[in-house]
């Protein structure tokens, strides 16, 4: 579904991903873990296409089509959704608004139609529910005044009403409390199917434990040095990526 | 020009005299007292009509076009302008919608402003291009039943002198500034309202429905009257981009409340911004000023500007009257080369007044916006209080917003809260939204029309969906 090829990725001059490789296929669900500043957020920035990103070297692609080559909204469209560490505000426009326009902007872009006001409203609710989310949040301006745990839990429902192919969750754990952490992690967790993938990028552990992934790789310095299964994360959890570090060099 | 100059055109004698001019239907360009006369005559207004104007006229020349704005435009040629021109006649204006620049009709379209309607706007000449007639019939009936006098400012001076001369000019005395003081002198076009005591105006009135109304004038006067109890939300402008041949627009508006009356007073001002380089817009000096003579009462301005290449306008209101409400809730938008300096006063002078503004710059392109914001609280103001908020949107690095509020506080009882926030539109809140899915223009739209909200719930329904499509006009391509 998604293969990332030796991607060297710049910054304000200073190279941050160093050659990254990764395949990940429909089904899945991939952990990237690594130390601060390694490039874990910098690599879900530049599949989902933010600005300020320089890409030296390297491909993208996603179901065959060159992702460096589409707008922002082009990559959405497709279905890569990318849910952010932390969420903008964006005064005076409603939430259910913001979902609304997105789920047919997509939809549009896919030749599907607008989806009809009361399906919408129906799809919407109930994904409110799943999230034990009240719905005044509908009418709440986005991400304005949420605590940090409402910006968490709403970027997860955008994701279950938008459905990506591919939701890549940028430390969707930081900053939450044990509970918000479950409610998140159900979320995610039902987005778990056949035809999807997911791609987390943590800093701890502690989310994998709620989340489990099929594949967990290990990011320091720009590069995957390590790739294994679940069990993974436990280790670096023991051992701390120091001992990845070491051990690579 | 120098004074001395205008003195000498002044005292320049009647060499033609007014009186054959009469037999034209336009005059040259120049201004002098022969000008004053003409318009006066033409009109048909009595003597004591004539003597103000004239007052007027020889009070601007004694003054001074302000320099305290943060504009900046070549001096006004004031001998260059044509006071008055009658409409033009049909075979000089474009016969059919394919004589109109496509550009217009362009614009047209994407405000959704209906077939019927587009002919008339770009000043085609057809007769009753829509049913205006019959409209305006079914209209005039209805408030002729409910008492509420509804004409233009020329018919009332002829028709109801005792309430011209009662409220003409108590607002915005005729030397209030300079702009002013030359509108005084020298209007042609505008409308009149009275609503008599305990009335609510059965319907909003607009100019768009008012028989020739079609050619905006170049110096508007309005003059709104609301007795005790009495209600009217009065619309003025239109979204569409008017076609208008004059540079120099310079309006008063006096509105006046008595015991518990409202006026409700709403623009959506869409005029010509000039091209890439700002050349040819529209100037627009604007006079709108509310008294809030009667208790109780209360007047509200709510504006949406997007057009002309300056804007120099600060809808203000005087709280007289005890427990009177001021309000003033604004959206400007800048884009090109335009230059906005707008903003309100709130003079308080009874107990009890409360004032709220809520004002809403956006900048994009190598526009330039300023707020200006005085609010005043006279000596026997006790109690009372102002809400200001204050705040800037920035589209891309060129523009430019500036705020400049002043505070006079005369009274220590009084209560006055000031927030003020300047941002940039986040590129992070664009690529939160593109992100979604959204394309870069909708995402904009989006974000400029959620900062505005504030503003847009307090414009009558029907104005507010216009001036939201009319916001996404105006600012597109405003950020790539």
């Known amino acids: 579904m998604l293969q990332v090829n030796d991607l060297h990725v710049t910054v304000e001059g200073k190279e941050i991903l160093k050659g990254l490789t990764l395949t990940i296929n429909a089904g899945e669900v991939h952990a990237i873990m690594g130390p601060n500043g390694a ?84 799809l919407v609710k109930e994904k409110l529910g799943f999230m034990k989310m009240d719905a005044s949040f509908l009418q709440r301006a986005v991400n304005e005044g949420f605590s940090g745990g409402e910006k968490k839990r709403n970027e997860i429902l955008q994701m279950l009403v938008l459905q990506p192919k591919l939701a890549m969750l940028d430390e969707i754990d930081s900053g939450l409390d044990i509970d918000a952490m479950k409610v998140v992690a159900d979320g995610v967790n039902s987005l778990r199917a056949d035809e999807r993938a997911i791609l987390l990028v943590t800093h701890y552990q502690r989310l994998l434990d709620y989340i489990v992934p099929d594949k967990v790789h290990v990011l320091v310095d720009g590069r995957i040095v390590k790739t294994g299964d679940a069990e993974l994360a436990k280790e670096l959890e023991a051992n701390g990526y120091e001992g990845i570090e070491e051990f690579v060099a | 020009m120098a004074s001395e100059e205008m003195e000498q055109l002044v005292r320049r004698d009647y060499k033609e005299g007014f009186v054959t ?42 003054m001074e076009s302000p320099s305290w704005a943060h504009l900046d435009y070549p001096p006004i ?77 020329s018919e009332a001076i002829r028709d109801y002198p005792e309430l011209i001369k009662q409220y003409l000019g108590t607002v915005v005395p005729v030397a209030d500034n300079y702009f002013a003081a ?47 109890r009495a209600q009217v939300s009065y619309l003025e402008g239109c979204t569409a981009p008017m076609r208008d041949e004059n540079q120099l627009h310079a309006a008063v508006v006096e509105l006046v409340a008595l015991d518990d009356a409202y006026i409700k007073y709403s623009t959506v001002q869409n005029w010509y ?54 309000e003033f809730y604004s959206v400007a938008v800048t884009n090109g080369r335009q230059q906005a300096d707008t903003g309100t006063k709130m ?29 005043k609280i006279g000596p026997r103001a006790k109690g009372a209080r102002n809400f200001t908020q204050c705040d800037s949107l920035l589209i891309g690095d060129k523009c430019g917003a500036h705020t400049f509020p002043y505070q006079e506080i005369g009274n220590s009882t009084a209560t006055i809260e000031h927030e003020a926030t300047t941002s940039k539109i986040g590129e992070d809140q664009l690529f939160y939204c593109q992100s979604r899915g959204i394309s870069e223009e909708d995402a904009v739209s989006m974000i400029v029309n959620g900062f505005c909200k504030d503003v847009f719930q307090e414009l009558p329904m029907e104005f507010a969906v216009e001036a939201e499509a009319l916001l996404n006009v105006t600012l597109e391509g405003a950020v790539g």
């Open chain 1, 39 to 122: 490039g874990k957020s910098t690599l879900s920035a530049v599949i989902a296409g933010k600005d300020g990103y320089e890409v030296t070297q390297g491909t993208v692609t996603f179901e065959g089509q060159d992702v460096l080559e589409m707008e922002i909204e082009e990559r959405a469209q497709a279905g890569l959704l990318l849910g952010f560490q932390y969420p903008v505000e964006i005064p005076g426009v409603k939430n259910i608004y913001l979902l609304k326009s997105a789920l047919n902007a997509q939809r549009v872009a896919r030749g599907e139609g607008e989806m009809p006001a009361p399906e919408f409203m129906k």
């Open chain 2, 21 to 62: 001019d009469i037999e034209s239907d336009t005059l040259p360009p120049g201004l002098d007292e022969n000008t004053i006369a003409f318009i006066s005559n033409k009109k048909g207004e009595p003597e004591w009509m004539l003597e103000w104007r004239l007052d007027a006229y020889r009070q601007w020349l004694k």
């Open chain 2, 77 to 153: 040629d004031y001998q260059s302008i044509s006071y008055f021109s009658a409409p033009k006649r049909p075979e000089d204006r474009p016969q059919s919608l394919d004589e109109v620049d496509p550009k217009l009709l362009e614009t047209y379209e994407k405000l959704g402003i209906p077939l019927h309607e587009r002919a008339a706007l770009a000043g085609v000449a057809v007769d009753a291009v829509f049913d205006s007639v019959s409209v305006t019939t079914t209209f005039k009936k209805e408030l002729a039943e409910a008492g509420v006098i509804f004409c233009s400012i």
């Open chain 2, 182 to 228: 030359l509108n005084s002198a020298v209007f042609t076009d505008g409308s009149f309202v009275f609503v008599p005591e305990g009335v609510k105006c059965p319907m909003e009135l607009s100019t768009y429905f008012r028989i020739n109304a079609a050619n905006t004038g170049q110096f508007e006067r309005t003059l709104i009257i609301c007795e005790s």
């Open chain 2, 273 to 326: 911004p000039g091209d890439e380089e700002g050349k040819g817009g529209i100037y627009n000096f604007v006079t709108k000023r509310g008294d809030c003579r009667g208790a109780r009462s209360r007047i509200s301005w709510t504006q949406v500007e997007t057009g002309s290449a300056i804007t120099w306008k600060y809808p203000s209101c005087i709280l007289r009257g005890k427990d009177s409400i001021g």
């Open chain 2, 347 to 375: 003079i308080h002078i009874g107990e009890g007044t409360r004032s709220y503004i809520v004002s809403k710059g956006i900048s994009a392109g190598k526009s330039n916006q300023s707020y200006r914001g005085l609010v």
